[in-house]
């Protein structure tokens, strides 16, 4: 019986959980910088709620990740 050997890197899925992790990690720098530069109440309290959502998307995107990175470290040729 033959196995493909599945790598990481290789792994579409994988890829694409990393891109999005950057991305969100990049829109959270975006966001709190420009939290730093206002001062209008209404845009302060955007910036806020906007920060906690993006930290969950990022919250989730890690966990799944790691999970990821997890199951394939105990089980590298599935």
């Known amino acids: 019986m033959k196995r493909n050997k599945k790598t990481l890197e290789t792994d579409e899925g994988?890829?694409?959980?990393?891109?999005?992790?950057?991305?969100?990690?990049a829109e959270l720098n975006i966001t709190y910088t420009n939290l730093q530069n206002v001062v209008e109440p209404d845009l302060i309290d955007y910036y806020i709620y906007h920060a906690k959502a993006i930290q969950m998307r990022y919250k989730?995107?890690?966990?799944s990740v790691k999970k990821i990175e997890d199951s394939y470290a105990k089980n590298p040729l599935a």
């Open 60 to 63: 989730y995107l890690l966990e």
């Open 14 to 25: 994988y890829l694409m959980l990393v891109d999005n992790l950057n991305k969100t990690t």
